[in-house]
Antibody, heavy 118, light 108 residues
């Protein structure tokens, strides 16, 4: 079955960077887009961006442009999301999700809690 | 930026019908997707392309659309349906994805 296994929780200081991974299995990695979605405590879902695992092309939410970088390693079927210049407002659970180019997220990772605190 | 609007909360008694709306200017030309999220868990897709159910989703979940508003209906609500429900679509120019703020469904 399709599985998206994410890396463990992170605690970072303001101004630092964090890199979260998401290892896909159970399907052909290059056949579906992969997205990152985050959820701050008690808040709704926020789409961060998408990567085409086949070409490596990306599309980021305007709000995060310049701070977020999504990459993939096709040899290990792993997706990465790096967020820089962290601030307290970036404290959230970060999810990877498989889907179409912008919608239809049919499988999600278990989530990774990133805490930004001095 | 484009926004989808959902009511913050809906309360319903067991066995009754819950209706959750999602409105947006682009919805007459864009599909909506609905996700159920229980506390501490990842979201689960329950409706796609306005009114289609993925495998394994109970028949009591259905979707409909009318103009700029789409509705997720849960018929014969059960205690296990208590959760947050998020709608999702794309902006008019297909440049980014957007979620509504989510609706908390409480089963009384």
């Amino acid at each position: 079955q399709v599985q998206l296994a994410q890396s463990g929780p992170e605690v970072k200081k303001p101004g630092a960077s964090v890199k979260v991974s998401c290892k896909a299995s159970g399907y052909t990695f290059t056949s579906y887009y992969l997205h990152w979605v985050r959820q701050a405590p008690g808040q709704g879902l926020e789409w961060m961006g998408v990567i085409n695992p086949n070409s490596g092309s990306t599309n980021y939410a305007q709000k995060l442009q310049g701070r977020v970088t999504m990459t993939r390693d096709t040899s290990t079927s792993t997706l990465y999301m790096e967020l820089s210049s962290l601030r307290s407002e970036d404290t959230a659970v970060y999810y990877c999700a498989r889907g179409e180019e912008l919608v239809f997220f049919d499988n999600w990772g278990q989530g990774t809690l990133v805490t930004v605190s001095s | 930026s484009y926004e989808l609007t959902q009511p913050p909360s809906v309360s319903v008694s067991p066995g009754q019908t819950a209706r959750i709306t999602c409105s947006g200017d682009a919805l007459p030309k864009k599909y909506v997707y609905w996700y159920q999220q229980k506390p501490g868990q990842a979201p689960v897709l329950v409706i796609y392309k306005d009114n289609k159910r993925p495998p394994g989703i109970p028949e009591r979940f259905s979707g409909s659309s009318s103009g700029t508003e789409v509705t997720l209906t849960i018929s014969g609500v059960q205690a296990e349906d208590e959760a947050d429900y998020h709608c999702q679509s794309a902006d008019r120019d297909n440049t980014y994805s957007v979620f509504g703020a989510g609706t908390k469904v409480t089963v009384l």
